[in-house]
């Protein structure tokens, strides 16, 4: 479902957001962290990102895909595609095709690798507990020692819902959107550490839901880091309704692929 949730993640917010089209990416204004939405399975949103890297030319890429331990293995130099799948053992571990990734690490052959990754099983234990015990890092400074305020809470458990194709329990939504809540305090994390220990610039892969300025992972670090600067790019294969919470947004053809609610059919 994570193709879905990518695709369904948008709210009507402030108009600060800049339509550019994908061959813009590669001018983007130069900031100590940005982070790069996508629809995780498909090609074009990867390009895009190929190309913002390699204009960028980060010291450290974070990836949403990849646990600290599968970052950590990471080698120094860059591998050959298969070499380095099976390094970082992507196989197995739901993402799209280790293909469609090989070039964001092709196109920064010198960054340092770190992972943000929150492992299914580790997010089933989590449902239902109070974030602040269980994330690892400094829960207030990320966000997490409080509950959402009561219109942000609803607005993204109907996210969920419509994410999920309107098919979960009403009383699972709140695990949901803790869950997620956790992911982007992890993905913020790990950019505040990639860049203490590089220096920046960071790059960070990410679902385009976790890059939402008003709530995802930027607005996290922000609380965290507010010296930083940042900047966000959302892509989309539909064109939003409103000024989607941005500072860029970027719209491809999407990408064909089997419905996802069939599942729940």
Same mark, same amino acid.
């Given at each position: 479902?994570?193709?879905? %949730?990518?695709?369904? *993640?948008?709210?009507?917010? /402030?108009?600060?957001?800049?339509?550019?089209?994908?061959?813009?990416?590669?001018?983007?204004?130069?900031?100590?962290?940005?982070?790069?939405?996508?629809?995780?399975?498909?090609?074009?949103?990867?390009?895009?990102?190929?190309?913002?890297?390699?204009?960028?030319?980060? #010291? #450290?890429?974070? %990836?949403?895909?990849?646990?600290?331990?599968? *970052?950590?293995?990471? /080698?120094?130099?860059?591998?050959?595609?298969?070499?380095?799948?099976?390094?970082?053992?992507?196989?197995?571990?739901?993402?799209?095709? %280790?293909?469609?990734?090989?070039?964001?690490?092709?196109?920064? /052959?010198?960054?340092?690798?770190?992972?943000?990754?929150?492992?299914?099983?580790?997010?089933?234990?989590?449902?239902?507990?109070?974030?602040?015990?269980?994330?690892?890092?400094?829960?207030?400074?990320?966000?997490?020692?409080?509950?959402?305020?009561?219109?942000?809470?609803?607005?993204?458990?109907?996210?969920?819902?419509?994410?999920?194709?309107?098919?979960l329990p009403d009383d699972l939504l709140p695990g949901m959107v803790s869950i997620q809540r956790l992911r982007d305090a992890m993905l913020a994390d790990a950019a505040l550490r990639a860049f203490e220990q590089t220096g920046g610039p960071v790059v960070v892969i990410t679902g385009t839901g976790h890059a939402r300025t008003d709530w995802g992972a930027p607005r996290v670090l922000a609380q965290a880091?507010?010296?930083?600067?940042?900047?966000?790019?959302?892509?989309?294969?539909?064109?939003?309704?409103?000024?989607?919470?941005?500072?860029?947004?970027?719209?491809?053809?999407?990408? /064909?692929?089997?419905?996802?609610?069939?599942?729940?059919?």
């Amino acid at each position: 479902m994570k193709y879905l %949730f990518a695709c369904a *993640a948008l709210a009507t917010s /402030p108009a600060y957001a800049e339509m550019i089209d994908p061959h813009e990416i590669a001018s983007l204004p130069s900031a100590d962290v940005v982070f790069l939405g996508e629809v995780h399975d498909n090609p074009a949103h990867h390009e895009v990102q190929a190309r913002a890297i390699a204009a960028i030319a980060p #010291a #450290a890429l974070v %990836f949403e895909m990849l646990t600290d331990t599968q *970052a950590d293995a990471a /080698p120094s130099r860059l591998l050959p595609e298969a070499e380095l799948n099976e390094v970082l053992g992507w196989e197995g571990t739901g993402w799209p095709d %280790f293909a469609l990734y090989y070039p964001l690490f092709e196109a920064a /052959p010198m960054a340092q690798i770190f992972g943000a990754a929150l492992p299914r099983e580790q997010a089933r234990a989590a449902m239902g507990q109070d974030l602040d015990q269980v994330f690892t890092g400094d829960a207030t400074r990320f966000g997490l020692s409080d509950p959402l305020p009561a219109a942000q809470q609803a607005a993204r458990e109907e996210l969920q819902a419509k994410a999920h194709c309107d098919a979960l329990p009403d009383d699972l939504l709140p695990g949901m959107v803790s869950i997620q809540r956790l992911r982007d305090a992890m993905l913020a994390d790990a950019a505040l550490r990639a860049f203490e220990q590089t220096g920046g610039p960071v790059v960070v892969i990410t679902g385009t839901g976790h890059a939402r300025t008003d709530w995802g992972a930027p607005r996290v670090l922000a609380q965290a880091a507010p010296e930083l600067n940042m900047i966000s790019v959302g892509q989309f294969e539909i064109a939003p309704q409103d000024d989607p919470p941005f500072d860029y947004w970027i719209v491809s053809a999407p990408h /064909p692929r089997p419905d996802p609610c069939e599942m729940f059919q």
